[in-house]
């Protein structure tokens, strides 16, 4: 089915740290969207990517596509108190109408 | 973002019982739509809407009814509320198909 995977759940890292999250997709997709959600708050929009292969940076995040536009990662360099938050990937699958969702990345940073 | 609001923020109702969940964004964004947000499941399409008097369903569209008689806005009802609609309850628009997404704060629903 229209189902996009997400890896860890969870991830506990010490302050300074590196984190990544993956998703993985069983059929191509259009593109793919990362979003991050504050406890208690509510999912903002961080980046679209779109090409094979595509690689997009933001300050210490970088946003990865895979080739076979069927996976992509998220890492954060030196995490600091501000990353805590779940990660989401949002998948279009190819000829699809609407984004699907991966269940999240939620981090926790320990200073 | 300012730009959509949901309301109420926090509801507890009773099962069997009728809620409606209110939802208005001020962009002129096409599409609209509603998501559940449930610990283990992340985020799951309710419904969307492309347009005024445009709905469709989404991946778990049971128990609910929405309508779009305006672009701005987008209600859910759950007609007979269940304990199992417990839940976040996210209402989203953007600009176009498949196109980034803007989020409300949500609206926490319990149902007793």
């Known amino acids: 089915g229209q189902q996009v995977m997400q890896i860890p759940q969870y991830q506990h890292v010490q302050e300074g740290e590196d984190f990544t999250t993956y998703c993985n997709s069983s059929?191509?997709?259009?593109?793919i969207q990362w979003y991050k959600q504050r406890p208690g708050g509510h999912p903002v929009f961080l980046i679209q990517?779109?090409?094979?292969?595509e690689v997009k940076k933001q300050k210490r995040l970088t946003f990865q596509f895979g080739e076979a536009k069927k996976n992509s990662s998220l890492h954060i360099t030196a995490t600091q108190t501000t990353d805590v938050g779940t990660y989401f990937c949002?998948?279009?699958?190819?000829?699809?109408?609407?984004?699907?969702f991966g269940t999240g990345t939620r981090l926790t940073v320990i200073p | 973002d300012a730009g959509i609001t949901q309301s109420p923020r926090y509801k507890i109702t009773e099962t069997g019982r009728q809620v409606t969940l209110m939802c208005h964004q001020t962009w002129s964004h096409s599409y609209m739509f509603w998501y559940r947000q449930d610990l283990g499941h992340g985020l799951r399409l309710i419904y969307y809407s492309a347009a005024a008097d445009i709905t469709d369903k989404g991946e778990v569209p049971d128990g609910y009814v929405v309508s779009r008689s305006k672009t701005e806005n987008f209600p859910l009802t759950l007609e007979s509320a269940t304990r199992s609609q417990t839940s976040v309850y996210f209402c989203a628009s953007s600009l176009g198909q498949g196109q980034p997404q803007h989020f409300g704060d949500g609206t926490r629903l319990s149902i007793l």
């Open positions: 059929t191509t997709l259009s593109n």
């Open positions: 949002a998948g279009l699958h190819t000829g699809a109408n609407n984004l699907f």
């Open positions: 990517l779109v090409k094979s292969g």
